[in-house]
């Protein structure tokens, strides 16, 4: 599998900016889908936003739609999700995610296999 690093947490005050990176491992970066999923204290990880193989098909959780974009850079093997005008609801930790398959909902954590240790941000109000 593909292994991955996630990096640009912190704390940040309501209507501030953060950029989160995920670094990935080896040669196959191209063959996976990469994904951003969160999870708050008391709560269950969800979707955030998923960027196809190619970096032409992007899908974002309503909450953070106009506020978050997803993005990849292939010759660099990495992957990143630009944070806008946060919310203390976004206080979570976010984790990168990658699978392998290229069909069906682009939100179910069960099609992803590697997932990143997770990196903290906290917005304050």
């Known amino acids: 599998q593909v292994h991955l690093v996630e990096s640009g947490g912190g704390l940040v005050q309501a209507g501030g900016s953060l950029r989160l990176s995920c670094a990935a491992s080896g040669r196959t970066f191209t063959s996976y889908v990469m994904g951003w999923f969160r999870q708050a204290p008391g709560k269950e990880r969800e979707f955030v936003s998923t960027?196809?193989?190619?970096?032409?098909?992007?899908y974002y959780t309503d909450s953070v739609k106009g506020r978050f974009t997803i993005s990849r850079d292939n010759a660099k093997n990495m992957v990143y999700l630009q944070m806008n005008s946060l919310k203390p609801e976004d206080t979570a930790v976010y984790y990168c995610?990658?699978?392998?398959?290229?069909?069906?909902?682009?939100?179910?954590?069960?099609?992803?296999?590697?997932w990143g240790q997770g990196t903290q941000v906290t917005v304050s109000s």
């Open positions: 960027i196809s193989k190619s970096g032409s098909n992007r």
């Open positions: 995610a990658a699978r392998e398959r290229s069909w069906g909902p682009p939100n179910r954590k069960v099609d992803f296999g590697a």
